[in-house]
């Protein structure tokens, strides 16, 4: 028994003991080892899924051939310790990674790991594109009130006439960047409370009539109709001030761009386990090619008509950050000729 001790105990050691391949597998990133002569002798699922092949048993080069990488590994395992290395590749998608080298002791190998970069850089080109946008769409009425400024300090200096039409014009550029501001303002305060539910009680049939009634004055200066047709209360979890905004921005804009249609539906129904909203114009409708893009912030299908109309390009980005908070859907039908529809589903109260 005194004798079988040791050899119990080795046992024990080799089957409780993580072994370096089951460490690689329990990494959350791509991770491979290669020998001290670059052949890799272990690697785990998300590097297999990343180099699109099974690179245990051959050269790293054969699978990721980046040089700056192999060099890293080559001094690593000649004790000169790690590196990281910023890489990307252009197939089958462009993507970029930073591989990191750690030395595993000298003529150990080394150990790589793989960090997905695309997502956090795509992320931060947006925010780049989305403050150049925005300080954009500042100035331009900011550039405007300065010119009419020097004109009445200058040309229209005597002629009271023509500084009453500046100071309207001045007015309007002036509304335009508190619009901008407010919308700007109301994007930042959703997307911040984006993941936290809203708990308040809605009936949506309650804020279409509501809508209909804010916008009806709206609705007269464009010649134009707002029914709303509801099969009684139809109740979601939300906050009523969100969904308010949400068919008030899609009304607004069915009498901007489609009061050619002279009729606005906003049509409240229950369909099973979803509350549908649907806001419908029958004026020129959308190309098809810019449905997809219609909830980016700023996109237009066309920028003077929309500024002529006093848009800011983000009502629509306003809309679906609600409807995502609420769990929900904003679904686009539109053809050119008839009209459009945007529908809002949430689901419904249980
Ligand atoms: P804007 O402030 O420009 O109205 P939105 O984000 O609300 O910004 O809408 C984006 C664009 O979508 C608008 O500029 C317009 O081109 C288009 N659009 C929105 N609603 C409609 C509609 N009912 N009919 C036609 N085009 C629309």
């Not at 002569?37 to 297999?48: R, S």
């Not at 936290?196 to 509501?210: I, K, T, W, Y």
Request: charged content about 25%.
């Amino acid at each position: 028994m005194q004798l079988l001790r040791p050899i119990i105990r080795a046992i024990t050691m080799t089957s409780t003991t993580p072994q370096p391949a089951d460490l690689v597998h329990a990494m959350p990133d791509p991770a491979l080892v290669v020998d001290a002569q670059g052949v890799v002798t272990l690697a785990n699922e998300q590097a297999i899924e990343v180099l699109e092949a099974a690179p245990v048993g051959r050269h790293l080069s054969a699978t990721l051939r980046v040089p700056a990488v192999l060099e890293a590994i080559a001094a690593a395992t000649a004790g000169e310790g790690g590196a990281s290395v910023d890489y990307e590749v252009r197939v089958p998608v462009p993507r970029s990674f930073r591989a990191h080298v750690s030395c595993l002791g000298e003529g150990k190998g080394a150990l790589v790991t793989l960090r997905d970069l695309t997502r956090e850089q795509q992320i931060e080109r947006m925010r780049a594109d989305f403050v150049a946008n925005a300080s954009h769409e500042l100035r331009t009425p900011l550039a405007a009130l300065s010119g009419f400024l020097e004109t009445i300090q200058g040309a229209a200096k005597a002629d009271p006439k023509a500084q009453e039409k500046f100071l309207g014009l001045m007015k309007s550029q002036a509304e335009r960047m508190r619009r901008l501001i407010d919308d700007l303002l109301s994007l930042s305060r959703i997307e911040m409370n984006e993941h936290v539910r809203p708990s308040g009680e809605v009936d949506l049939s309650q804020v279409a009539a509501h809508v209909r009634d804010v916008l009806s004055g709206m609705a007269r200066e464009f010649d134009c109709t707002i029914t709303v047709e509801t099969d009684g209360p139809v109740v979601v979890a939300g906050s009523r001030d969100e969904l308010v905004q949400v068919i008030q921005n899609l009304a607004e804009n069915a009498l901007k761009y489609g009061s050619s249609g002279k009729l606005v539906e906003i049509i409240v129904r229950r369909n099973g386990e979803w509350a549908e909203v649907s806001v419908r114009d029958h004026g020129p409708g959308i190309a098809e090619q810019h449905i997809p893009r219609l909830t980016e912030r700023f996109y237009r299908v066309n920028v003077q008509d929309s500024r002529a109309r006093g848009g800011t390009g983000l009502g629509l980005a306003i809309v679906k950050h609600i409807v995502n908070r609420h769990r929900g859907r904003l679904v686009i039908t539109s053809e050119l000729g008839n009209g459009s529809t945007f529908m809002m589903r949430l689901p419904v109260k249980g």
